[in-house]
């Protein structure tokens, strides 16, 4: 008997009978005897509809009250899922965020949990029931609701898991696993077996929606055993992720290849190269809320330096009128602005121990005469920032360079 977290995403759990669908999969391991605790979502577009819906009555709606409506979407699935596993002969109980104690900071539409009363749980399932939570809130010191951010029910998932340390957590949704890139983009692209926490992380980080980021940093942290699967394919395994890379198998040099597509760029032109420049121009554009991702500065010439940083396009309008400020006060001569970057990148802890990753990637870019604009690096990735418009070709041309496709 092993003790299951399941977390099932919003397309999973998207209509009346993908919840009986949803049942039938949890008496199934309930039937082999397992202790199932369920996450869910709410019903897939239900956290956007009820965002819209707030935005109808206020421009700016306090981020406590935000958290009041969005939060509704998952009590509505808790509830459902138990009708339709007590209607198929299961005993089953629902909880909301702050009836299992989801203890998080205070910080509204973006709280992090800090702790989980797992007793009252322990005790239903040892009771006979399949306890069902909803995933994306919970509850502050004061009482108040919280949510998680977006796709933050991944994150419930593994926290419980790792509260209750369940022998495994199984992320269901509605695709069959991680894979090395986009399927949409390259229908060549193959479903990993295994992937280790760590390339995990930069995917998500880099634009893999997989998996939500923080859900993976916490399954890392505590060790909890993280499966991706379908909810809609009997009998596939999935995707592991596991903690270590397999020191028996030779390891790929490249997992997969991760792309962001709304990203601009942000050039200082000119301006004075001396010590405190950088804290200049990124302390205000960090002071405005807005991330930051690639950075370049280049030798200087004549005692100026042009400065060069990447943030989300949708920040780009924002970042503009910050350093337009800065451009008087540090006395820069201009600022120049690109909205249609992207940015792909390759990953692999393979990349530690075979030297040629990045001129291999960079050869490849230039023979489709692909302009590489930014380069980044990490110990087991290379981004780099391209023009938007060259964004599939780069990824197929690396998928297929790198060997990533099927296996005839
Ligand atoms: N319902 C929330 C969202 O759409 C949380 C989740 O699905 O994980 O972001
Ligand atoms: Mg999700």
Request: some cysteine.
């Amino acid at each position: 008997m092993a003790l299951i977290v399941q977390k099932y995403g919003g397309t999973s759990v998207g209509s009346p009978e993908r919840i009986r669908n949803v049942a039938r999969k949890v008496a199934k391991f309930r039937a082999e005897g397992h202790q199932v605790v369920v996450v869910v979502s709410a019903m897939s577009g239900e956290t956007n509809r009820l965002i819209a819906l707030t935005k109808e009555v206020a421009a700016n709606p306090d981020p406590r009250e935000l958290d009041v409506v969005v939060s509704t979407g998952e009590q509505v699935t808790i509830g459902l899922l138990c009708m339709a596993l007590q209607d198929i002969g299961e005993k089953a109980k629902s909880y909301t965020g702050g009836q299992v104690r989801i203890l998080t900071d205070s910080a509204h539409t973006k709280a992090r949990i800090l702790n989980i009363d797992e007793a009252p749980i322990r005790r239903d399932l040892d009771e006979g029931n399949v306890v069902v939570v909803a995933g994306f809130q919970g509850v502050d010191e004061h009482g108040n609701i919280t949510t998680l951010g977006r796709g933050g029910s991944d994150t419930t998932g593994v926290a419980l898991a790792a509260a209750l340390k369940a022998d495994e957590c199984q992320i269901y949704t509605d695709v069959d696993g991680v894979y090395t890139t986009d399927p949409r983009i390259v229908p060549e692209a193959r479903k990993l077996d295994t992937i280790t926490f760590e390339e995990m992380l930069e995917l998500a980080s880099l634009g893999s929606k997989v998996l939500q980021i923080r859900s993976v940093e916490f399954a890392g942290k505590y060790k909890v055993k993280l499966r991706v699967l379908s909810s809609f394919e009997e009998g596939g395994a999935g995707t592991l992720i596991t903690v270590e890379e397999d020191k028996h198998m030779e390891q790929p040099v490249i997992s997969g290849i991760a792309f962001a597509r709304d990203e601009a760029k942000l050039t200082v032109v000119g301006a004075p190269d001396r010590p405190g420049i950088a804290y200049q121009i990124l302390g205000p554009i960090a002071d405005a809320n807005i991330d930051v991702d690639m950075i370049i500065q280049n030798i200087g010439h004549d005692g100026t330096t042009d400065f060069s940083f990447t943030v989300a396009r949708g920040d780009l309008a924002k970042a503009q009128k910050v350093l337009d400020g800065v451009k008087a006060h540090i006395g820069a001569k201009a600022i120049e602005s690109d909205s249609t970057m992207c940015k792909v990148s390759i990953v692999g802890v393979g990349m530690r121990s075979h030297p040629g990753v990045a001129s291999l990637m960079f050869r490849t870019l230039a023979e489709e005469g692909i302009n590489i604009q930014m380069i980044s690096t990490s110990e087991i990735k290379i981004s780099v920032a391209i023009e938007d418009k060259y964004l599939e070709l780069a990824v197929r041309a690396l998928h297929k360079a790198f060997g990533l496709e099927a296996a005839a």
